[in-house]
Protein backbone atom coordinates (compact mmCIF):
# COMPACT_ATOMS: atom_id res chain seq x y z
CA UNK A 1 0.00 0.00 0.00
CA UNK A 2 1.09 3.33 -0.37
CA UNK A 3 0.98 4.46 3.35
CA UNK A 4 1.29 2.31 6.39
CA UNK A 5 -1.05 1.24 8.42
CA UNK A 6 -2.01 3.23 11.81
CA UNK A 7 0.28 1.59 14.30
CA UNK A 8 -2.94 0.48 16.88
CA UNK A 9 -3.82 -1.75 14.37
CA UNK A 10 -0.11 -3.60 15.16
CA UNK A 11 -1.91 -4.86 18.73
CA UNK A 12 -4.58 -6.58 16.86
CA UNK A 13 -4.98 -9.54 14.04
CA UNK A 14 -8.00 -10.17 12.09
CA UNK A 15 -10.92 -12.02 13.96
CA UNK A 16 -9.94 -15.32 14.27
CA UNK A 17 -13.91 -16.74 13.14
CA UNK A 18 -13.32 -14.65 10.27
CA UNK A 19 -10.22 -16.31 9.21
CA UNK A 20 -11.49 -19.97 9.97
CA UNK A 21 -14.54 -19.19 8.01
CA UNK A 22 -12.82 -17.86 5.41
CA UNK A 23 -10.39 -21.37 5.43
CA UNK A 24 -13.70 -23.55 5.35
CA UNK A 25 -15.68 -22.00 2.68
CA UNK A 26 -12.61 -22.57 0.67
CA UNK A 27 -12.20 -25.80 1.48
CA UNK A 28 -15.76 -26.71 0.50
CA UNK A 29 -15.32 -24.65 -2.65
CA UNK A 30 -12.00 -27.32 -3.53
CA UNK A 31 -15.08 -30.01 -3.72
CA UNK A 32 -15.65 -32.08 -0.82
CA UNK A 33 -17.65 -34.83 -1.16
CA UNK A 34 -19.79 -33.44 1.88
CA UNK A 35 -19.70 -29.93 3.16
CA UNK A 36 -17.17 -29.09 6.71
CA UNK A 37 -19.76 -29.40 9.42
CA UNK A 38 -19.17 -25.82 11.46
CA UNK A 39 -20.19 -26.34 14.95
CA UNK A 40 -17.71 -22.94 15.71
CA UNK A 41 -19.79 -19.60 15.66
CA UNK A 42 -22.55 -18.80 18.10
CA UNK A 43 -24.99 -17.55 14.80
CA UNK A 44 -28.72 -18.66 15.35
CA UNK A 45 -30.17 -20.39 12.66
CA UNK A 46 -33.63 -20.42 13.32
CA UNK A 47 -36.21 -18.26 12.53
CA UNK A 48 -36.58 -14.83 13.73
CA UNK A 49 -40.63 -14.20 15.33
CA UNK A 50 -42.56 -14.09 12.56
CA UNK A 51 -44.15 -10.67 13.64
CA UNK A 52 -40.61 -9.29 13.37
CA UNK A 53 -40.23 -10.65 9.81
CA UNK A 54 -44.08 -9.73 8.61
CA UNK A 55 -43.20 -5.59 10.44
CA UNK A 56 -40.06 -5.58 8.36
CA UNK A 57 -41.28 -6.76 5.30
CA UNK A 58 -44.59 -4.06 6.03
CA UNK A 59 -42.87 -1.64 6.78
CA UNK A 60 -40.40 -1.16 4.73
CA UNK A 61 -42.71 -0.67 2.00
CA UNK A 62 -43.96 2.19 3.05
CA UNK A 63 -43.21 5.70 1.91
CA UNK A 64 -40.73 7.86 4.28
CA UNK A 65 -38.93 5.11 5.75
CA UNK A 66 -36.02 4.99 4.03
CA UNK A 67 -34.09 8.37 4.85
CA UNK A 68 -31.31 8.64 8.07
CA UNK A 69 -32.71 7.71 11.99
CA UNK A 70 -32.59 9.55 14.73
CA UNK A 71 -28.93 8.29 16.43
CA UNK A 72 -30.79 7.26 19.57
CA UNK A 73 -33.32 5.26 17.66
CA UNK A 74 -36.28 5.48 17.72
CA UNK A 75 -38.82 6.49 20.67
CA UNK A 76 -40.86 3.29 19.88
CA UNK A 77 -37.93 0.89 20.07
CA UNK A 78 -36.36 2.63 23.42
CA UNK A 79 -39.75 2.05 24.81
CA UNK A 80 -39.46 -1.21 24.09
CA UNK A 81 -36.50 -2.16 25.41
CA UNK A 82 -37.32 -0.22 28.88
CA UNK A 83 -40.74 -2.92 29.11
CA UNK A 84 -38.91 -5.85 28.11
CA UNK A 85 -36.17 -5.06 30.87
CA UNK A 86 -39.41 -4.34 33.37
CA UNK A 87 -41.00 -7.70 32.17
CA UNK A 88 -37.74 -9.68 32.23
CA UNK A 89 -34.89 -8.65 34.52
CA UNK A 90 -37.45 -6.26 37.04
CA UNK A 91 -34.95 -3.26 35.83
CA UNK A 92 -36.70 0.46 35.38
CA UNK A 93 -34.80 2.40 32.94
CA UNK A 94 -35.89 5.54 31.37
CA UNK A 95 -36.42 5.15 27.64
CA UNK A 96 -35.48 8.56 27.59
CA UNK A 97 -32.12 8.90 28.97
CA UNK A 98 -30.93 5.21 29.82
CA UNK A 99 -31.52 3.58 26.63
CA UNK A 100 -28.92 3.46 23.43
CA UNK A 101 -29.54 1.51 20.39
CA UNK A 102 -26.83 -0.48 18.57
CA UNK A 103 -25.97 -1.80 15.48
CA UNK A 104 -25.57 -5.29 17.56
CA UNK A 105 -24.54 -5.40 20.97
CA UNK A 106 -20.89 -5.85 19.74
CA UNK A 107 -20.49 -2.59 18.24
CA UNK A 108 -21.18 -1.51 21.90
CA UNK A 109 -17.98 -2.86 23.45
CA UNK A 110 -15.77 -0.74 20.96
CA UNK A 111 -18.13 2.36 22.00
CA UNK A 112 -17.72 2.22 25.40
CA UNK A 113 -14.14 1.58 24.73
CA UNK A 114 -13.64 4.67 22.58
CA UNK A 115 -15.78 6.82 25.00
CA UNK A 116 -14.17 6.06 28.00
CA UNK A 117 -10.10 4.94 27.27
CA UNK A 118 -7.74 6.97 27.18
CA UNK A 119 -3.80 5.71 25.99
CA UNK A 120 -2.38 3.72 29.13
CA UNK A 121 -5.72 3.19 30.49
CA UNK A 122 -6.05 -0.22 32.18
CA UNK A 123 -8.88 -2.71 32.00
CA UNK A 124 -9.65 -5.60 33.53
CA UNK A 125 -10.76 -8.61 30.92
CA UNK A 126 -12.13 -12.54 31.74
CA UNK A 127 -9.82 -15.13 30.82
CA UNK A 128 -11.10 -17.10 29.12
CA UNK A 129 -13.33 -14.68 27.33
CA UNK A 130 -14.84 -12.77 23.99
CA UNK A 131 -11.79 -11.70 22.24
CA UNK A 132 -13.51 -8.15 21.29
CA UNK A 133 -12.92 -6.92 24.91
CA UNK A 134 -9.04 -6.86 24.41
CA UNK A 135 -9.08 -5.83 21.01
CA UNK A 136 -11.26 -3.10 21.57
CA UNK A 137 -9.43 -2.36 24.54
CA UNK A 138 -5.87 -2.27 22.35
CA UNK A 139 -7.39 -0.37 19.50
CA UNK A 140 -7.80 2.55 22.30
CA UNK A 141 -4.35 2.05 23.71
CA UNK A 142 -5.45 0.69 26.56
CA UNK A 143 -3.89 -2.23 28.74
CA UNK A 144 -5.87 -5.46 29.22
CA UNK A 145 -5.20 -7.21 32.11
CA UNK A 146 -6.87 -10.40 32.17
CA UNK A 147 -8.51 -12.24 35.56
CA UNK A 148 -8.60 -15.70 35.73
CA UNK A 149 -11.87 -17.46 35.11
CA UNK A 150 -11.50 -21.49 36.46
CA UNK A 151 -13.44 -24.15 36.75
CA UNK A 152 -12.72 -24.96 40.78
CA UNK A 153 -14.91 -21.50 40.93
CA UNK A 154 -17.10 -21.67 38.65
CA UNK A 155 -16.15 -19.85 36.24
CA UNK A 156 -16.52 -16.62 38.41
CA UNK A 157 -14.22 -13.77 39.23
CA UNK A 158 -11.84 -14.22 42.53
CA UNK A 159 -12.17 -10.79 43.31
CA UNK A 160 -10.43 -11.62 46.84
CA UNK A 161 -7.74 -11.64 44.20
CA UNK A 162 -8.34 -8.76 42.57
CA UNK A 163 -8.42 -7.00 45.80
CA UNK A 164 -4.78 -7.98 46.51
CA UNK A 165 -3.41 -6.67 42.87
CA UNK A 166 -2.55 -3.56 41.87
CA UNK A 167 -6.06 -1.99 40.52
CA UNK A 168 -4.47 1.59 39.95
CA UNK A 169 -5.16 2.69 36.55
CA UNK A 170 -8.21 0.51 35.59
CA UNK A 171 -10.90 2.25 34.72
CA UNK A 172 -13.20 -0.88 32.95
CA UNK A 173 -14.34 -4.37 34.44
CA UNK A 174 -15.37 -6.58 31.66
CA UNK A 175 -18.36 -9.21 32.58
CA UNK A 176 -20.30 -11.75 30.65
CA UNK A 177 -22.75 -13.81 32.39
CA UNK A 178 -23.91 -16.37 31.03
CA UNK A 179 -20.71 -16.40 30.67
CA UNK A 180 -19.39 -16.90 26.82
CA UNK A 181 -17.72 -19.79 25.82
CA UNK A 182 -17.89 -20.99 29.18
CA UNK A 183 -22.00 -21.42 29.49
CA UNK A 184 -21.58 -20.46 33.09
CA UNK A 185 -25.01 -19.00 34.51
CA UNK A 186 -24.94 -16.20 36.55
CA UNK A 187 -26.45 -15.44 40.16
CA UNK A 188 -27.79 -12.13 41.80
CA UNK A 189 -25.00 -12.93 44.36
CA UNK A 190 -22.20 -12.46 42.05
CA UNK A 191 -23.44 -9.16 40.59
CA UNK A 192 -23.69 -7.88 43.75
CA UNK A 193 -20.18 -8.51 44.34
CA UNK A 194 -19.28 -7.29 41.12
CA UNK A 195 -21.25 -3.95 42.09
CA UNK A 196 -19.69 -3.44 45.39
CA UNK A 197 -16.22 -3.95 43.81
CA UNK A 198 -16.52 -1.72 40.99
CA UNK A 199 -17.99 0.98 43.38
CA UNK A 200 -15.18 0.83 46.20
CA UNK A 201 -12.27 0.91 43.43
CA UNK A 202 -13.93 2.99 41.20
CA UNK A 203 -14.39 0.89 38.49
CA UNK A 204 -17.26 0.53 35.92
CA UNK A 205 -18.73 -2.90 35.21
CA UNK A 206 -19.48 -3.73 32.03
CA UNK A 207 -21.73 -6.43 31.87
CA UNK A 208 -22.22 -8.21 28.51
CA UNK A 209 -25.73 -9.46 28.94
CA UNK A 210 -26.95 -11.44 25.36
CA UNK A 211 -27.53 -14.85 26.63
CA UNK A 212 -30.10 -14.81 29.00
CA UNK A 213 -32.60 -16.18 27.54
CA UNK A 214 -30.89 -19.15 26.60
CA UNK A 215 -30.92 -22.59 28.57
CA UNK A 216 -31.59 -19.93 31.86
CA UNK A 217 -34.22 -21.13 34.75
CA UNK A 218 -33.66 -17.29 35.47
CA UNK A 219 -33.05 -14.10 33.53
CA UNK A 220 -30.72 -11.77 35.15
CA UNK A 221 -29.47 -8.37 34.45
CA UNK A 222 -26.72 -6.64 36.91
CA UNK A 223 -28.86 -3.56 36.59
CA UNK A 224 -31.38 -5.24 39.06
CA UNK A 225 -29.09 -4.49 42.11
CA UNK A 226 -29.55 -1.67 44.23
CA UNK A 227 -27.27 1.22 43.34
CA UNK A 228 -26.09 -0.95 40.06
CA UNK A 229 -26.83 2.30 37.83
CA UNK A 230 -24.20 4.58 39.22
CA UNK A 231 -21.38 2.20 38.03
CA UNK A 232 -22.33 -0.35 35.85
CA UNK A 233 -23.47 -0.68 31.97
CA UNK A 234 -25.33 -3.74 30.53
CA UNK A 235 -25.30 -4.68 26.75
CA UNK A 236 -28.47 -6.77 25.28
CA UNK A 237 -28.95 -7.96 22.02
CA UNK A 238 -31.72 -9.53 19.84
CA UNK A 239 -28.99 -11.83 18.42
CA UNK A 240 -29.50 -14.86 20.27
CA UNK A 241 -32.86 -14.59 22.14
CA UNK A 242 -34.60 -13.58 19.28
CA UNK A 243 -32.61 -15.33 15.84
CA UNK A 244 -31.49 -12.20 14.83
CA UNK A 245 -28.04 -12.27 14.63
CA UNK A 246 -27.79 -10.68 11.15
CA UNK A 247 -30.32 -7.88 11.67
CA UNK A 248 -27.64 -6.57 14.36
CA UNK A 249 -29.74 -4.72 16.90
CA UNK A 250 -28.64 -4.50 20.45
CA UNK A 251 -28.78 -1.59 22.69
CA UNK A 252 -27.00 -0.11 25.88
CA UNK A 253 -28.17 0.37 29.37
CA UNK A 254 -26.37 3.12 31.52
CA UNK A 255 -26.99 6.37 33.31
CA UNK A 256 -27.50 9.28 31.44
CA UNK A 257 -24.21 10.56 31.87
CA UNK A 258 -22.81 7.25 30.13
CA UNK A 259 -25.44 6.85 27.20
CA UNK A 260 -24.14 10.60 26.53
CA UNK A 261 -20.56 9.98 26.56
CA UNK A 262 -21.32 6.74 24.00
CA UNK A 263 -23.75 8.62 21.69
CA UNK A 264 -21.00 11.46 20.80
CA UNK A 265 -18.69 8.69 19.19
CA UNK A 266 -21.70 6.90 18.15
CA UNK A 267 -23.04 9.50 15.96
CA UNK A 268 -19.39 9.72 14.64
CA UNK A 269 -20.00 6.44 13.15
CA UNK A 270 -22.76 5.50 11.49
CA UNK A 271 -26.24 7.70 10.66
CA UNK A 272 -28.76 5.51 12.68
CA UNK A 273 -30.55 2.08 12.04
CA UNK A 274 -33.12 1.64 9.30
CA UNK A 275 -36.26 2.16 10.61
CA UNK A 276 -37.91 -0.93 9.79
CA UNK A 277 -35.44 -3.13 11.49
CA UNK A 278 -36.48 -0.54 14.65
CA UNK A 279 -40.11 -1.44 14.52
CA UNK A 280 -39.08 -5.22 13.45
CA UNK A 281 -37.50 -5.15 16.88
CA UNK A 282 -40.29 -3.96 18.66
CA UNK A 283 -42.66 -6.50 17.54
CA UNK A 284 -39.65 -8.91 18.39
CA UNK A 285 -39.40 -7.56 21.97
CA UNK A 286 -42.96 -8.05 22.36
CA UNK A 287 -42.84 -12.29 22.27
CA UNK A 288 -43.94 -13.76 25.46
CA UNK A 289 -43.03 -17.15 26.82
CA UNK A 290 -44.28 -19.22 24.30
CA UNK A 291 -41.24 -18.10 22.13
CA UNK A 292 -38.98 -18.76 24.98
CA UNK A 293 -40.29 -21.78 25.61
CA UNK A 294 -40.42 -23.70 22.10
CA UNK A 295 -36.65 -21.55 21.88
CA UNK A 296 -35.38 -23.27 24.75
CA UNK A 297 -36.98 -26.81 23.72
CA UNK A 298 -35.37 -26.95 20.79
CA UNK A 299 -31.64 -26.19 22.23
CA UNK A 300 -31.96 -28.57 25.25
CA UNK A 301 -32.57 -31.11 22.39
CA UNK A 302 -28.90 -29.73 20.86
CA UNK A 303 -27.12 -29.60 24.05
CA UNK A 304 -27.83 -32.98 24.79
CA UNK A 305 -26.90 -34.17 21.11
CA UNK A 306 -23.22 -31.73 21.66
CA UNK A 307 -22.69 -33.39 24.70
CA UNK A 308 -22.92 -36.92 23.18
CA UNK A 309 -19.74 -35.73 21.32
CA UNK A 310 -17.96 -34.38 24.68
CA UNK A 311 -18.83 -37.50 25.60
CA UNK A 312 -17.22 -39.39 22.76
CA UNK A 313 -13.88 -37.01 23.31
CA UNK A 314 -14.20 -37.86 27.32
CA UNK A 315 -14.26 -34.54 28.15
CA UNK A 316 -15.02 -32.87 31.34
CA UNK A 317 -18.19 -30.59 30.74
CA UNK A 318 -21.35 -29.16 32.53
CA UNK A 319 -24.29 -30.77 30.63
CA UNK A 320 -26.71 -27.99 32.40
CA UNK A 321 -24.93 -25.11 30.85
CA UNK A 322 -26.43 -22.03 29.67
CA UNK A 323 -25.82 -19.82 26.55
CA UNK A 324 -25.06 -21.24 23.10
CA UNK A 325 -22.12 -23.12 23.52
CA UNK A 326 -20.87 -26.53 25.65
CA UNK A 327 -17.32 -26.10 26.61
CA UNK A 328 -15.39 -29.29 27.60
CA UNK A 329 -12.39 -29.98 29.06
CA UNK A 330 -10.06 -32.11 26.57
CA UNK A 331 -6.46 -32.17 28.51
CA UNK A 332 -3.37 -31.30 26.61
CA UNK A 333 -3.61 -28.95 23.67
CA UNK A 334 -7.13 -29.07 22.55
CA UNK A 335 -6.00 -26.92 19.18
CA UNK A 336 -4.26 -30.32 17.91
CA UNK A 337 -7.72 -32.35 18.00
CA UNK A 338 -9.87 -29.11 16.88
CA UNK A 339 -7.39 -28.95 13.70
CA UNK A 340 -7.64 -33.07 13.34
CA UNK A 341 -11.38 -33.14 13.46
CA UNK A 342 -11.24 -30.53 10.64
CA UNK A 343 -9.06 -31.58 7.90
CA UNK A 344 -9.63 -35.80 9.31
CA UNK A 345 -13.62 -35.71 9.68
CA UNK A 346 -14.32 -32.12 8.38
CA UNK A 347 -15.83 -31.02 11.56
CA UNK A 348 -15.06 -27.59 12.88
CA UNK A 349 -15.28 -27.39 16.67
CA UNK A 350 -14.06 -24.06 18.16
CA UNK A 351 -10.62 -24.39 20.39
CA UNK A 352 -10.20 -22.97 23.47
CA UNK A 353 -7.10 -20.65 23.17
CA UNK A 354 -9.14 -18.11 20.90
CA UNK A 355 -10.73 -17.21 24.62
CA UNK A 356 -7.39 -16.98 26.36
CA UNK A 357 -4.74 -19.17 28.02
CA UNK A 358 -7.28 -20.27 30.23
CA UNK A 359 -9.36 -22.19 27.54
CA UNK A 360 -6.22 -24.07 26.06
CA UNK A 361 -7.25 -27.71 26.81
CA UNK A 362 -10.88 -26.86 26.05
CA UNK A 363 -12.82 -27.12 22.76
CA UNK A 364 -16.42 -25.41 22.44
CA UNK A 365 -19.36 -26.60 20.32
CA UNK A 366 -21.98 -24.60 19.32
CA UNK A 367 -25.75 -25.01 19.63
CA UNK A 368 -26.10 -23.54 16.29
CA UNK A 369 -26.63 -26.62 14.05
CA UNK A 370 -29.67 -28.91 14.18
CA UNK A 371 -30.04 -31.75 15.86
CA UNK A 372 -29.38 -34.35 12.85
CA UNK A 373 -26.35 -32.26 12.10
CA UNK A 374 -24.45 -32.82 15.69
CA UNK A 375 -25.44 -36.75 15.21
CA UNK A 376 -23.51 -36.69 12.25
CA UNK A 377 -20.49 -34.80 13.51
CA UNK A 378 -20.91 -37.22 16.29
CA UNK A 379 -20.41 -39.94 13.19
CA UNK A 380 -17.40 -38.01 11.52
CA UNK A 381 -15.51 -37.66 14.77
CA UNK A 382 -16.05 -41.38 15.83
CA UNK A 383 -14.54 -42.54 12.76
CA UNK A 384 -11.47 -40.33 12.93
CA UNK A 385 -11.08 -41.53 16.89
Not at 156 to 174: N, T, Y
Request: glycine residues 8%.
Amino acid sequence: MIISPALRTRSVSEYYFSKKNREIAQMNADGRSEPVINLGIGAPDGRPPELAIDTLCETARKNGVHKYQSYSGIPELREAFAAWYRRWYGVELNPEKEIQPLVGSKEGILLVSLAFLNPGDKVLIPNPGYPTYASSARLCEAEPLFYDLCADRGWEPDLEALERSDLSGVKLMWTNYPNMPTGAPASRELYERLVDFGRRHGIMICNDNPYSFILCEEHLSILAVPGAMEGCLELNSLSKAHNMSGWRLGMIAAQEDVIREVLKVKSQMDSGIFRPLQLAAVAALSEGEAWFYQLNKEYRARRAAACRIMDLLGAQYNPDCCGLFVWGRVGGDAAVLSDKFLYEAGVFITPGFVFGSNGKEYLRISLCAPVPVLERAWEKIKAVL
